[in-house]
């Protein structure tokens, strides 16, 4: 698996806006968690809220893991787990997605 980097924010980004749930995220509350919680909350809410971006986060998790979009998506849960505890721990983006959808409610 790779880390990510800044051309990884601009694909997130695509998908929250493909999937109109900008809104969502920038209302979500939790009191009392930290950033990296935070982060990782609106990691797995993208995936759970994105039907119509279903291509596009493949696409995107497949490239992060180093696997074909196809392996992915026929994968019985094997691979999609270590890619997504992988991006937890990708702790800079998710302190960015984290800081950025605060900043906007502020």
Same mark, same amino acid.
């Given at each position: 698996? /790779?880390?990510?980097?800044?051309?990884?924010?601009?694909? +997130?980004?695509?998908? +929250? /806006?493909? *999937?109109?749930?900008?809104?969502?995220? +920038?209302?979500?509350?939790? !009191?009392?968690?930290?950033?990296?919680?935070?982060?990782?909350?609106?990691?797995?809410?993208?995936?759970?809220?994105? #039907? %119509? *971006?279903?291509?596009?986060?493949?696409?995107?998790? *497949? !490239?992060?893991?180093? +696997? &074909?979009?196809?392996?992915?998506?026929? !994968?019985?849960?094997?691979?999609? #787990? /270590?890619?997504?505890?992988?991006?937890?721990? %990708? &702790? &800079?983006?998710? !302190?960015?997605?984290? %800081? *950025?959808?605060?900043?906007?409610?502020?």
């Amino acid at each position: 698996m /790779r880390n990510l980097n800044n051309k990884d924010l601009f694909k +997130v980004m695509r998908i +929250v /806006r493909k *999937a109109n749930i900008k809104e969502e995220l +920038v209302n979500m509350r939790f !009191d009392g968690v930290t950033d990296e919680e935070y982060g990782t909350m609106i990691v797995f809410h993208i995936i759970e809220s994105a #039907p %119509q *971006a279903e291509k596009e986060i493949f696409e995107f998790l *497949a !490239d992060v893991g180093g +696997v &074909k979009v196809e392996e992915l998506e026929n !994968d019985e849960f094997e691979l999609l #787990p /270590r890619i997504i505890e992988h991006l937890q721990g %990708q &702790k &800079k983006l998710i !302190d960015f997605l984290s %800081q *950025a959808f605060k900043s906007v409610t502020s």
